[in-house]
């Protein structure tokens, strides 16, 4: 009797430990493609606008999948000397969660961080697109009809991060994965 209360106790425990968010299949692949970079870093370069006027356009573009749990990837992304930007890719209860985490060089939070959205339902494994959420309508007002695409090309060559504002296409960078630094 005593060993069968304690083996009940030990479901009960086991059932209510935290277990990691299940995402949809798509998500759930898209989330295992970008963690099977972790450790890895790539170089990048504007695609769009071409026109050379966004501020990243002739500065080095670096991404660092640098570190992968089973919830959260952190990417941090290097524009020349500037260090101050993360994409945080987090599993949560909702699905699969983008967030751009900024920093000052002493580590603290800037004033305008963590702000992102939820992933769409989608059937691709590819990409994921993610629109403002109300988090970041309230802090960012102009940003509150962003959409963040994150993709991988089919050769699984490129990784591209677009963003487009009011539906259009406001930047896009794309990493070479198939040459890691």
């Given at each position: 009797?005593?060993?069968l209360?304690?083996?009940?106790?030990?479901?009960?425990?086991?059932?209510?430990?935290?277990?990691?968010?299940?995402?949809?299949?798509?998500?759930q692949?898209?989330?295992?493609?970008?963690?099977?970079?972790?450790?890895?870093?790539?170089?990048?370069?504007?695609?769009?606008?071409?026109?050379?006027?966004?501020?990243?356009?002739?500065?080095?573009?670096?991404?660092?999948?640098?570190?992968?749990?089973?919830?959260?990837?952190?990417?941090?992304?290097?524009?020349?000397?500037?260090?101050?930007?993360?994409?945080?890719?987090?599993?949560?209860?909702?699905?699969?969660?983008?967030?751009?985490?900024?920093?000052?060089?002493?580590?603290?939070?800037?004033?305008?961080?963590?702000?992102?959205g939820?992933?769409?339902?989608?059937?691709?494994?590819?990409?994921?697109?993610?629109?403002?959420?109300?988090?970041?309508?309230?802090?960012?007002?102009?940003?509150?009809?962003?959409?963040?695409?994150?993709?991988?090309?089919?050769?699984?060559?490129?990784?591209s991060?677009?963003?487009?504002?009011?539906?259009?296409?406001?930047?896009?960078?794309?990493?070479?994965?198939?040459?890691?630094?």
């Amino acid at each position: 009797m005593k060993h069968l209360l304690l083996s009940l106790c030990l479901l009960f425990i086991l059932a209510c430990a935290k277990q990691p968010y299940q995402l949809s299949k798509p998500q759930q692949s898209f989330y295992k493609s970008i963690a099977s970079h972790c450790g890895k870093s790539y170089a990048g370069k504007v695609i769009f606008p071409a026109d050379g006027k966004d501020p990243f356009a002739g500065q080095p573009l670096t991404m660092h999948v640098a570190s992968c749990s089973d919830t959260t990837i952190r990417i941090p992304f290097h524009v020349g000397e500037d260090k101050s930007r993360t994409w945080v890719l987090r599993k949560t209860e909702e699905g699969l969660q983008l967030k751009h985490d900024h920093r000052h060089k002493d580590g603290t939070p800037d004033e305008i961080t963590m702000y992102g959205g939820m992933a769409l339902a989608s059937d691709s494994k590819l990409e994921q697109r993610f629109p403002a959420d109300a988090h970041t309508a309230k802090l960012i007002p102009a940003a509150a009809t962003n959409e963040w695409t994150l993709a991988l090309s089919p050769d699984g060559k490129t990784f591209s991060y677009i963003l487009k504002r009011d539906n259009q296409l406001r930047f896009r960078a794309d990493f070479d994965l198939a040459k890691p630094l």
